[in-house]
């Protein structure tokens, strides 16, 4: 099993930047497709991007594609998303999940919730506007 801890959420302004960040337990992190997710109040829970068990590869959102980048140092058993040019419309809770499925390469597996089986508790993130 793995247990995640996210931080570094907070209120910015848009236009600003946040860097969000996911500390996992263990000693297999290497072997989870790690992703970013987020729920706006009232909405359901939407995918942000993912990142392949080696970091070879990411997946993105359109509505995050070249705002945010998913990173991860798996020696340090971390995974981060820098978010940038925020808008107001990202506001929401952030959270870190995991899988150790076997992932079909595409956005559309890496983006179903379902596919993952570990969540962190979620960090808040408001932009004003």
């Known amino acids: 099993q793995v247990q995640l801890v996210e931080s570094g959420g907070g209120l910015v302004q848009a236009g600003g930047s946040l860097r969000l960040s996911c500390a996992a337990s263990?000693?297999?992190?290497?072997?989870?497709?790690m992703a970013w997710f987020r729920q706006a109040p009232g909405k359901e829970r939407e995918f942000a991007a993912a990142?392949?068990?080696?970091?070879?590869?990411?997946y993105y959102a359109d509505s995050v594609q070249g705002r945010f980048t998913i990173s991860r140092d798996n020696a340090k058993n971390t995974v981060t998303l820098q978010m940038n040019s925020l808008k107001p419309e990202d506001t929401a809770v952030y959270f870190c999940?995991?899988?150790?499925?076997?992932?079909?390469?595409?956005?559309?597996?890496?983006?179903?919730?379902?596919?993952?089986?570990?969540w962190g508790q979620g960090t808040q993130v408001t932009v004003s506007s």
């Open positions: 990142i392949t068990r080696s970091g070879g590869s990411t």
């Open positions: 263990g000693r297999t992190f290497s072997t989870y497709n």
């Open positions: 999940a995991a899988s150790r499925a076997s992932a079909v390469l595409s956005t559309r597996w890496y983006g179903n919730p379902l596919n993952y089986g570990y």
